[in-house]
C-alpha cells in the first residue's frame, strides 16, 4: 500500500521541492497552501502523515497540529524559520512529531520522512496484534508494577517514544530515571540506533567539550589521534544527558547550539557536522529553582525541557514492593548463579512495605542483595533485611529526646539556679522540712549522677561531674549538711571545695563588668582550669578525666596540648 503524506506550505517553490524528494521516497502527497484548503484535505482524505509550515496566510499551523493530535495519531512535523524555536517547541508540547528548520535540507528532511514511516510501521504492527503488542511486553517486562500511579506513566511512555521531542525526566534519586530513558529509546523509531548515556557530573570541566563533540588530531597537547564526541556516537539514536544540572555554565551555551541547530563541530575542526539525535535528559536536583538561582541557563531549560515526565517515588508505590523484591531476586538469582532462587517471606515482605525507602528502587535492591548474602537457606526472614524494628525504633526516638531534654535541663544555668535557691530558701522559713526533702533530692541526683561508669572502666571509684561542681557551687552548705553520713558525698564535697581553689585564681568578673584580657584568654583560662581540676581528681587519669567533662579522650589530648597542660609541669 503506497504511503500518502499531506505538504502545507504557502511557498510554491518550497511544496514542490518536498513534494519531489517525497515522490523519489515512493509517497505520494497533496499539496495544501492555506489553513482551510490544508482542513479540506485532511477531511476529505487518510493521510499517513503531515508537514506543515507553522505560519500560514489565513491562521497558524499550530492550530493544524492541535487538531490533528487530538483527533489520531498520525504523525505531524512542522517546518520552521530560522529563529523560531520557541514555535517549534510549543509544537512538540502540543503534540508535533519533529521539526526542521528552514531554510529546507533535504537531507535533514529524508531522515525525518524516514523516522515518520518507522511510526507508522510500528502503529500497524499494534493493531496487527491488539491483545498484547512487543511494545506493550516490553514495557511490562522491563518497568515493573501495577500500582495506580504506573498504568499513566507507562500510557505516557509510549507516547513519549513515537515523538522526537526532548524529554526531561525528574525524580529522586534512585526511582529509574535511566531505566526510563532505555526504554524510550527501545520503543522509539530510534531503537537501531546507539543509546549512549552520558553523566554530566562525573566529566572534568576541561574535558567536556572534547567529550561532547570530539577532537582533531594534534588539536591540544594529547590529541594524538581524532576523536568522536558523544553527540557523533549517538547520531541516528538517543542521547542521555544524566545529572544535567551539573554542566557548567560555559558548557551549557554549547550545548543549547548544538540542540538547537542540531550540528556540531569538534575541536580543531573548521566546519560543522550535522548530526541526527534525540535528547533525553534527567536530574533529581529542581532545575526550575536553578534557573531562578541563575546557576542554569533558562534558555537551555525550555529546550531541553519540552516535554517533563515526573517519576514517581517508591514510598507512593508500595503495592508493586513485592513485584519488584521478586524481580530482584530473580536477577540477584541469575547474577550469582545460585542453585535455588531467593524468596521472601511474609513477614519480610510486609516489613519492606512499611519501610521508608530514601534511596527508593535502588535502596530496596541493595537492601535485597545484603539479605541474600546473610540468609544462610533461600528463605529471607526479617532479621536478614537488618531493618530496625518499628515500634522500638520510635522508643528509642522518644528516650533520645527524653535524655536531651533531660541533659539540657542539667547544664548550668545562673539565673534559673538563683531563682530555685530564692524560692528554697524562702519555702525552708516557712517549713523546715521542706529543706530536707530538698536536700534529700539533691543526694539522690548526685548519687545517680556517679553511678553512670564508663563501660571501660576496670574500677569503681566515683568521680563527681564537672558540670554537677559549676552548678552546684551556690548551694554547697545545704549539700554538704543533708550527706554528712554518707561518704560518697563528702568525697564530692571535698572535690567541689578543690574545684573551687583551682578555679580562684580567675579574676572575678562582677555585673556589667568584662574581662580585662579579653574574652577569648578568659575561656581558654576557664577551661584549662578545669581540666587540671579533672586530671587532678582522677590521678592525671586521661580517659577518665575525658568522661568527668563529657568529652572524648582524643578532644581532650587535644585541648591539653593546646593549653599547654602537662602533668610534669603540675606536679
Not at 378 to 407: R, T
Request: with cysteine; charged share 25%.
Amino acid at each position: 500500500m503506497t504511503t500518502t503524506a499531506l505538504v502545507v506550505d504557502d511557498e510554491v517553490d518550497l511544496c514542490r521541492l518536498m513534494q519531489i524528494t517525497l515522490t523519489k521516497m515512493g509517497i505520494k502527497s497533496d499539496v495544501a497552501y492555506t489553513l482551510s484548503q490544508a482542513r479540506t484535505f485532511w477531511q476529505d482524505n487518510d493521510y499517513d502523515f503531515c508537514l506543515t509550515d507553522l505560519k500560514l496566510p489565513d491562521g497558524s499551523g499550530l492550530e493544524l497540529v492541535k487538531e490533528i493530535s487530538n483527533s489520531s495519531n498520525i504523525p505531524i512535523a512542522v517546518i520552521t524559520a530560522h529563529g523560531s524555536m520557541d514555535l517549534a517547541i510549543e509544537a512538540l508540547k502540543l503534540g508535533a512529531f519533529d521539526f526542521v528548520n528552514k531554510p529546507l535540507e533535504l537531507p535533514r528532511l529524508r531522515q525525518l520522512v524516514e523516522n515518520a514511516l518507522k511510526v507508522i510501521h510500528q502503529d500497524n504492527e499494534v493493531q496487527a496484534a491488539p491483545e498484547c503488542s512487543p511494545e506493550q511486553k516490553m514495557l511490562d517486562s522491563r518497568l515493573i508494577g501495577n500500582s495506580a500511579v504506573m498504568h499513566p506513566l507507562k500510557n505516557t511512555i509510549l507516547k513519549l517514544a513515537r515523538s522526537q521531542a526532548p524529554v526531561f525526566l525528574s525524580g529522586a534519586s534512585g526511582t529509574g530515571k535511566e531505566v526510563v530513558a532505555r526504554l524510550i529509546h527501545d520503543l522509539s523509531p530510534r531503537r537501531d540506533g546507539s543509546f549512549v548515556p552520558v553523566n554530566c557530573g562525573a566529566i572534568p570541566s576541561e574535558l567536556m567539550e572534547s567529550e561532547f563533540f570530539g577532537h582533531k588530531k594534534g588539536s591540544f597537547t594529547g590529541a594524538v589521534a581524532d576523536k568522536q564526541g558523544l553527540f557523533q556516537q549517538a547520531n541516528g539514536g538517543t542521547l542521555f544527558l544524566d545529572e544535567v544540572a551539573d554542566l557548567p555554565l560555559a558548557m551549557q551555551v554549547k550545548l543549547l547550539r548544538a540542540i538547537q541547530e542540531k550540528t556540531v563541530r569538534a575541536i580543531g575542526d573548521t566546519k560543522e557536522v550535522p548530526v541526527d539525535i534525540r535528547i533525553l535528559s534527567a536530574t533529581h536536583k529542581d532545575l526550575s529553582q536553578l534557573v531562578q538561582d541563575g546557576a542554569f541557563r533558562q534558555d537551555l531549560y525550555y529546550r531541553i525541557n519540552v516535554i517533563e515526565l515526573k517519576l514517581p517515588t517508591l514510598n507512593t508505590r508500595r503495592d508493586d514492593i513485592p513485584v519488584l523484591a521478586d524481580h530482584f531476586l530473580a536477577m540477584i538469582s541469575n547474577d550469582w548463579q545460585l542453585e535455588s532462587p531467593p524468596s521472601l517471606t511474609m513477614e519480610a515482605c510486609e516489613r519492606l512495605q512499611r519501610h521508608d525507602f530514601a534511596g527508593n528502587v535502588r535502596e530496596l535492591r541493595n537492601l535485597l542483595e545484603r539479605a541474600v548474602t546473610l540468609a544462610e537457606t533461600s528463605y529471607i526472614d526479617v532479621s536478614h533485611l537488618g531493618l530496625p524494628d518499628i515500634e522500638p525504633e520510635l522508643a528509642n526516638i522518644q528516650e533520645q529526646n527524653h535524655s536531651s531534654a533531660i541533659d539540657s535541663s542539667e547544664l548550668p544555668d545562673r539565673n534559673v539556679e538563683n531563682h530555685i535557691d530564692v524560692q528554697s530558701t524562702g519555702q525552708s522559713t516557712k517549713n523546715g522540712e521542706q529543706v530536707i526533702q530538698s536536700s534529700s533530692n539533691t543526694t539522690t541526683q548526685v548519687e545517680q549522677r556517679q553511678t553512670n561508669l564508663h563501660p571501660y572502666r576496670t574500677n569503681t571509684n566515683h568521680y563527681p561531674s564537672m558540670v554537677q561542681h559549676s552548678s552546684a557551687s551556690n548551694n554547697s552548705s545545704s549539700t554538704n549538711v543533708a550527706n554528712t553520713h554518707d561518704e560518697e558525698s563528702l568525697l564530692a564535697s571535698t572535690a567541689q571545695q578543690e574545684t573551687s581553689k583551682d578555679i580562684s585564681g580567675l579574676p572575678e568578673l562582677f555585673d556589667g563588668q568584662l574581662p580585662p584580657q579579653g574574652l577569648e584568654h578568659y575561656l581558654q583560662e576557664q577551661e584549662k582550669q578545669l581540666i587540671i581540676t579533672a586530671l587532678k581528681q582522677t590521678g592525671w587519669n586521661k580517659t577518665q578525666a575525658a568522661e568527668l567533662l563529657g568529652t572524648t579522650f582524643r578532644s581532650l589530648r587535644y585541648r591539653m596540648k593546646k593549653l599547654g597542660i602537662s602533668e610534669d609541669a603540675f606536679d
